[in-house]
């Protein structure tokens, strides 16, 4: 295995301070509760989405949530609107060197995709909350907004979202998940639900993880090196620091390549150059060709929390972190032979004798492509409580947050064709940047007004600016060459009849060119740019922000003893999109002591990101087994707007919940939700659109100099309405028994149904395969199961994964659908003291090597598997070793 050779360090000043604010309220409850609730005030108290706890430990405990209301923390079965809590064990038991796959594992809401090594989408995943994208659920920290990544995604959802991965697990006290829509509270992005990640913030202790794995292909070996301390700050604050690297090998899960185009074996007997390749490398064709599967990574990722009391009632606090990574996958394998139209396209050197680059690659090309991502954040604030006569109560927290994220493509191991046999092979191709600044005001005020509970009021206001930069590549990666032009060495004539071009006095007739047929190569051009992500020029780049100011306030309280209300209202006005105005009701009533009924209504809304507004890039796709240059445009680029885009709009929404608590006993809850979520004028990446003449002049109008070498187009566009409803059930249960340890079961399960109610866009823009996909390419349903039993000292873990059926149509074939049935898999995991403040673990993810059908429909280049959220990598086994201190 490889170990991690470059990492970055993490610079930051300790920060200052922990609320207290919260803590008054989290009196009734037990010491573990209370512990939880600084923790969530810690963070933030007048903005978090849930505050928490890990599991309970015995019968009084309960998790301590604030979940859509910034205010007044509340147990997780009185909250009236639903929410996850994973703490910091379950966190630990996944396994995972990836925070995304972490929550993928405990949450059945929550599902994450993975890309199969062919797209820039490979660096940044976009995971998906109740079945709607990335860009829907806004992620938190510490209560506060997370800034988005430099990755916008160019299929699909079109998705510019936080990136979860930059936050390492060890640094994670505990993880909150609210599955219901809360713009009206927290602004645009949270449609779908809220995630916030607490941070750890103890004063003294700490941990070291050394955990090595494998899947039992023999492949995607895995390292991770994670510690956490936590110091004091003077006797009255503290200083947490999180560091976590890893190192992940890539996997290959395709198989012996097949193509209408092109057959190996084929080429191996009538091919002598490639014959010769392949004995020369000690190939087996029956091997795979293209690779696909996870790409490699290395990443290194720190995280600082900290807090400080000022006075009895006043606090400053700090976090930051730092993250740097990199991502290496593999384009597509461009076959040596078939016309492929970069090997195969033959031109006249300089000497007028014919060349490809088959010449240079004999073997074919499949270029490794990297995504170096650098990201951290930074953010401070001041809290402060002030009681006042009569039971009032003001709480107030002032902050300030930054947050930076930049992704580097490169290529290797390709060409810019134009150049022919003088292009170089690396190539620095462009870089995309997003940046976030924000100021926060919030508020809570507390009141008796004669109801059961007081009455609270949460107010406040926030000043955001967004930011976008595209910096361009260097000069090889967009640029021309020699062979960017029809007859660079001027052989012929430039006559525009054909029939009449002769042989310039000084080509050399040897060569048997043929000036009066256009086949000949004298004539042939070669796409410039550099071959799988093509570099940017300085004409498409910039910098480009959009600034918002909201104001928000939340009025709830317990107005009798079972019945508790909330009205939320949040006006927010953009400088890109104008205003907007959303509220949102919830309301519990407990039928009994141990049921309850809940549920919530409201509206919803996501103003287009700066990257989806203004992103421009080129990359190699696949369309129907073959290559193609795939160009991305902004909707109001003069291409786009040719072909009959319009400029991006807000996204709204309408949000409706339903659903009932039980706690029959102190050791058993069970939560259902059933809900509803209209979304119109989605923003969603049209179909591919294949370039005509009519299109290319269009281009060359608009000033795509590289016109000619653009396969196909695509752009966002506010492309249809649609209606995503389902039904969220989870239980827990706890016992001890007798001798034998304490056993904990938690089963959830989340069923969806997908449906667009209406297109906004042409068929030609949004297909039909396109519209049936959407409705039906996710599971219907998932669920999962997790068992800890503990033996005396010795724990054991039993999970089961399970993903419900769904289908895929292809463009190919005749439009022909595939469909997978229901796929379960099995994680388990035994971990036991060996003294001195060591524990080992050992265990496996999928321990069953469950993998998904293969690809029936369109399979080529020997694609076994297609992208989704069912893992098709395999079993995976790893053991781990954990020092407390």
Known sequence: MNTITRFSTLTATSAIALSISTAAM?????SAATAAASASASADAAATAAAAAVQPATETQEPIVVT???????????????????????????????????????SPSYTVSRSPNTDTDSFVRAPSLRGLPANKTLMLV??????????VGIYRDASQAADAATIPAIALQNVEVLRDGAAAQYGSDAIAGVINFQLKDASSGGSLIAQAGQYYEGDGESVMIAGNIGLPLTDAGFVNISAQ????????????????????????????AFAAAVDAAGIDLNDPLEIRGKPKERAARFVINSGIDITDNSSLYAFANYSRSQGTAYGSYRTPGGGHNVLDNPIRLD??????????????????????????????????????????????DLSARYGYNKIQYSMNGTVNPSYGPYSQENFKASAYTSDEFALNGDFVYQMPVGFYGDLVFNFGTEFRREGYRISPGELASY???????????????????????TLNAGAPTDQGIDCTSSSDPVYNILQPGSNGITGLSPDVAGRWTTESTSLYGEISSEVTEKLFLDFAARYEDYSSFGDKLVWKAAARYYVTDWAAIRGSIGTGFRAPSTGQLYITQTTISTRDGGTINLGLYPATHPVAEYLGATPLRPETSDNYSLGFTLTPTPNLTLTVDAY???????????????????IQDAMFAAGVNDAYSIDGIRFFQNAFD???????????????????????????????????????????????VSVYNFEHNNPKWRANMTLNQDVGAISFMLRGNFYGPNSRQTTSSGNAIQKWKTQAMVDFQVSAPIGDGFTLAVGGQNIFDHYPEINLIDDRNGRTYVDGPVSWQGGYYYGRITFDF
């Open 676 to 694: 509803r979520i209209k979304m119109y004028d989605r923003v969603y990446a049209s179909s591919t659109i294949m370039v005509t003449d009519e």
């Open 351 to 396: 000497d007028g004798s014919v060349w490809t680059f088959k010449e240079k690659y004999p073997l074919g090309l499949q270029p490794p492509f990297m995504g170096d991502v650098t990201d951290w954040s930074a953010t401070g604030g001041y809290r402060t409580e002030r009681e006042f006569s009569n039971g009032h109560v003001l709480s107030a």
């Open 722 to 768: 649609t209606t995503t409803q389902g039904i969220d059930v989870v239980g827990t249960y706890k016992a001890d028994w007798l001798e034998a340890g304490s056993t904990s079961i938690t089963a959830a399960f989340n069923i969806n149904d997908y449906k667009i109610d209406r297109l906004n866009v042409d068929s030609i823009t949004f297909s039909d």
């Open 245 to 272: 690297l890893n190192d992940d090998q890539n996997t290959v899960r395709s198989r012996t390549f097949s193509s209408s185009s092109w057959d190996p074996f084929e080429a191996y007997a009538t091919d002598a």
């Open 479 to 501: 640029s021309g060459g020699i062979w960017s032009e029809q007859d660079p060495f001027n052989f012929c004539s430039n006559e525009a009849d054909l029939a009449s071009r």
């Open 142 to 151: 510490n209560g506060r907004r997370r800034h988005k990544s430099g990755s």
């Open 68 to 106: 859509g209301l910034r205010g007044k923390p509340r147990t997780a079965t009185d909250s009236p609107v639903p929410v996850d809590v994973f703490g910091e064990e379950q966190i630990q038991n996944t396994a995972a060197t990836d925070t995304l796959e972490v929550l993928q594992t405990l």
């Open 26 to 30: 989290a009196n009734e409850a037990d």
